[in-house]
Structure formats: structure tokens, C-alpha cells
């Protein structure tokens, strides 16, 4: 069994910044891509932004120039620095991996269990 452990949401003016910690824990051989999805009411959730082992990056096009997602490959771990908030970013963030638990199996996604994140204007 893999683990999402996620941390940093919390309530900021438009304008400000906060930063988002995943931490993998389990049964992991490796972890192909982590990220970050978003959910706001009343709309579908969405990528925010992904990182493979590989070091590729894909960003959605409302946080490029404002949000930038990284790993710690070692500790299993991915950030998203959020900076230059806005109201729309209001949501809950998803922290989400795909993670191999033997060599020789397929990667198999998994969710952090969300944290809110509430931009004021």
C-alpha cells in the first residue's frame, strides 16, 4: 500500500504565496511522475502541474510564470511553490503519483487526500 502525505494549504491574500509538500510512503519501488491536481467547487478537477523521474515537466497554462513543482527523488517528495496567488486558485490541491511497488510491475496512480487552498481578493 502507497501513502500520499500532504501539507501546506491554508487561507492567503491575492497576491501571496504558499507552498505545497507531498511525501510518498509505502510499499514503493519507484515513482514514475508526482504532481499536483486541483479541485475548485462545481468543476471538474484539473492538473496544476507534474514532474517525472526524468526531470519533465507539464504545467497548466493558468499557473506557468507563477507556480513552480519540484521533487526530492530520494524522500519520494514533490513541492508546488505557488507564488502570485489569485482568487480563481481557490480549491483543494490533490497531491498524485504513479508509483511502481515491484520491479516488475506497471505504474499505478495514487492521491494524497487533499488540502484546501483559499485565495482572498
Known amino acids: 500500500q502507497v501513502r500520499l502525505a500532504e501539507s501546506g494549504g491554508g487561507l492567503v491574500q491575492a497576491g501571496g504565496s504558499l507552498r505545497l509538500s507531498c511525501t510518498a510512503s509505502?510499499?514503493?519501488?519507484?515513482?514514475?511522475?508526482m504532481g499536483w491536481y486541483r479541485q475548485a467547487p462545481g468543476k471538474q478537477r484539473e492538473l496544476v502541474a507534474s514532474l517525472t523521474s526524468g526531470g519533465v515537466r507539464n504545467d497548466a497554462d493558468s499557473v506557468k510564470g507563477r507556480f513552480t513543482v519540484s521533487r526530492d527523488n530520494a524522500n519520494n517528495a514533490v513541492y508546488l511553490q505557488m507564488n502570485g496567488l489569485k482568487p480563481e486558485d481557490t480549491a483543494v490541491y490533490y497531491c498524485h503519483a504513479v508509483v511502481r511497488t515491484k520491479r516488475w510491475t506497471i505504474g499505478v496512480p495514487y492521491w494524497g487526500q487533499g488540502t484546501q487552498v483559499t485565495v482572498s481578493s
Open positions: 509505502g510499499s514503493i519501488f519507484s515513482v514514475e511522475s
